[in-house]
């Protein structure tokens, strides 16, 4: 399956960063909410996505919400994903940077096909 990342689409001097996931059918925009100043070691606080079509139509959950809160142990594998995304290491090139996004991608898939029926 093709995706497209767009991550840490941000305003200046915002707490909220959002990431998207843009699939061949369908996307996944992911809002992080950050405690504290963001310059100065932010922490995040929670993390919500949902799931639309490619015409920005919100696609319902399970239950028939329409986002979902990452919370518990994917919240911490959340944030360990995260936290290699925005490293040093990856920023330059240190580390293999498909493969760190592929696990963030995975990771993320995994959540959606748990949390929607996709037809």
């Not at 767009?6 to 992911?30: H, P």
């Amino acid at each position: 399956m093709n995706y497209t990342l767009e991550l840490n689409t941000q305003e200046r001097g915002s707490n909220v960063v959002f990431n998207t996931i843009v699939f061949d059918s369908f996307k996944v925009n992911i809002v992080e909410r950050y405690v504290g100043r963001m310059g100065f070691n932010p922490k995040l606080g929670h993390v919500l996505f949902k799931v639309r079509t490619l015409n920005d139509d919100i696609i319902t959950t399970r239950d028939g919400h329409l986002r979902t809160k990452v919370k518990d142990d994917n919240f911490e594998t959340y944030q360990k994903l995260t936290q290699v995304l925005n490293s040093y290491d990856y920023k330059n090139k240190l580390i293999n940077r498909k493969d760190a996004e592929q696990d963030y991608v995975h990771f993320i898939l995994g959540l959606v096909i748990v949390n929607y029926e996709l037809n």
